[in-house]
C-alpha cells in the first residue's frame, strides 16, 4: 500500500505529483519515457504531504535534475528533517508504516501557504487532517482532482483510514470543501481513480 506518483501536463507543463516511496525512480523514469518525456522535461514536482510513501524519491529526483519541489508549509520542515516524523496515530499503523519515515530529507524548493496557482495553472488547495499540511492539486482544464491520501479507494471510496489519520474529523471537513469543485477525476495516493463523476462521488461520500 504505497503511495502514487502521477505524471500531469496541464497549459504545456509537466508536473510530478508526489514521488512515491524510497527507490521509486526507476518507475518515475520509466513512466517519463513511456509518454515520450525525459526528466529535464518536468518542471516541478508537487508533494500532497511529508509521509514517505508520497515524499520518498523526491530528494534524489531534486539533486540528480534539479527539478523543484513545492510543499505545504506545515509539512515542510518534516521533509526538511527538522520536525519529527508524524506517524500514525495508532500503534498498529505505527508499526506497520513506522519504515516509511526513514526517506532521505532535504530542503524544499518552495513552502506554501494557502490556496495558490502554481506553474502550469495547477492550484495547490490545503487539505488538512491527514498531516497538518495535506494539500490536494487541482487541474482545473482537465477537471482532475489529486487528493494525495484525504480520501482512499481500497475496497470503497472513503476517507483516509482513521488509525492513518492525524485528525479523522477534520480530514472529512477538508473532503467537504473539496466536493465544492467540479471535479469529474480524482486521482488518489492508494486505490484506483474515479473517471467520471468526481463531485458527486466526493458530495456522497461526506453525506455518509
Same mark, same amino acid.
Given at each position: 500500500m504505497v503511495g502514487r506518483a502521477s505524471l500531469v501536463e496541464h497549459r @504545456? ?13 526507476? +518507475? ?5 519515457? +513511456? ?22 524519491? $523526491? $530528494? ?21 528533517? #527538522? ?10 499503523? =505505527?508499526?506497520?508504516? &513506522?519504515?516509511?519515515?526513514?526517506? =532521505?530529507?532535504?530542503e524544499p524548493t518552495h513552502r506554501i501557504r494557502g490556496r495558490i496557482e502554481?506553474?502550469?495553472? !495547477?492550484?495547490?488547495?490545503? $487539505? ?13 482544464? !482537465? ?13 470503497? !471510496?472513503?476517507?483516509?483510514? #482513521?488509525?492513518?489519520? =492525524?485528525?479523522?474529523? +477534520?480530514?472529512? &471537513? ?16 492508494? @486505490?484506483?481513480?474515479? *473517471? +467520471?463523476?468526481? *463531485?458527486? #462521488?466526493? =458530495? ?5
Amino acid at each position: 500500500m504505497v503511495g502514487r506518483a502521477s505524471l500531469v501536463e496541464h497549459r @504545456g507543463v509537466l508536473t510530478l505529483v508526489d514521488t512515491g516511496g524510497p527507490g521509486s525512480v526507476g +518507475r518515475i523514469l520509466r513512466a517519463l519515457r +513511456r509518454v515520450g518525456r525525459r526528466p529535464e522535461d518536468l518542471r516541478q514536482i508537487l508533494l500532497t504531504h511529508c509521509h514517505g510513501d508520497h515524499a520518498g524519491t $523526491a $530528494a534524489t529526483i531534486n539533486e540528480r535534475y534539479g527539478t523543484p519541489v513545492v510543499v505545504n508549509d506545515l509539512d515542510a520542515d518534516v521533509v526538511a528533517g #527538522r520536525d519529527p516524523y508524524p506517524y500514525p496515530p495508532s500503534p498498529w499503523g =505505527r508499526g506497520t508504516y &513506522g519504515w516509511l519515515s526513514r526517506y =532521505r530529507r532535504f530542503e524544499p524548493t518552495h513552502r506554501i501557504r494557502g490556496r495558490i496557482e502554481v506553474d502550469g495553472g !495547477l492550484e495547490t488547495i490545503p $487539505a488538512p487532517g491527514h498531516t497538518d499540511g495535506h494539500t490536494a492539486v487541482w487541474a482545473p482544464d !482537465l477537471r482532475a482532482l489529486f487528493l494525495g491520501d484525504s480520501v482512499w479507494q481500497i475496497g470503497p !471510496l472513503r476517507p483516509s483510514w #482513521r488509525m492513518f489519520t =492525524r485528525d479523522y474529523e +477534520r480530514n472529512v &471537513g477538508s473532503i467537504r470543501g473539496l466536493a465544492d469543485l467540479p471535479s469529474e477525476v480524482l486521482l488518489l495516493g492508494h @486505490g484506483s481513480p474515479v *473517471r +467520471r463523476g468526481g *463531485r458527486d #462521488r466526493l =458530495r456522497s461520500l461526506v453525506r455518509a
